[in-house]
């Protein structure tokens, strides 16, 4: 079973930038769709950004995202990373690492599409 440790939170101004990390543990990541969602007090969990496991790795993103956030994986370290730039203080929240199903090729934009989640790295961003 797959296990997922982020890394990268912290406080920022606004307009700066972080680099999240997610390892994960178990054989199967290079087949595995990876999503980052968010959380902040009192709202639901949101979908951010996912990458397939296919061949070139397609990306998807919130639309509040897009242009600012990026999504990678690194199958040879088994980590997925979220780069964040010209962070907003509407980006504070909790933020998790998921893993789809084995296999799947498109991320779930809910969180109900995900069995596997990591203990969450906390982004404040500061106005």
């Known amino acids: 079973q797959v296990q997922l440790v982020e890394s990268g939170g912290g406080l920022v101004q606004a307009g700066g930038s972080l680099r999240l990390s997610c390892a994960a543990s178990?054989?199967?990541?290079?087949?595995?769709?990876m999503a980052w969602f968010r959380q902040a007090p009192g709202k639901e969990r949101e979908f951010v950004a996912g990458?397939?496991?296919?061949?070139?790795?397609?990306?998807y993103y919130a639309d509040s995202v897009k242009g600012r956030f990026t999504i990678s994986r690194d199958n040879a370290k088994n980590t997925v990373y979220l780069q964040m730039n010209s962070l907003k203080p509407g980006d504070t929240a909790t933020y998790y690492c998921?893993?789809?199903?084995?296999?799947?090729?498109?991320?779930?934009?809910?969180?109900?599409?995900?069995?596997?989640w990591g203990q969450g790295t906390q982004v404040t961003v500061s106005s």
């Open positions: 998921a893993a789809a199903p084995q296999f799947a090729l498109v991320p779930p934009t809910t969180p109900k599409g995900y069995t596997i």
């Open positions: 178990g054989p199967t990541f290079s087949t595995t769709t």
């Open positions: 990458i397939s496991w296919t061949s070139g790795g397609t990306t």
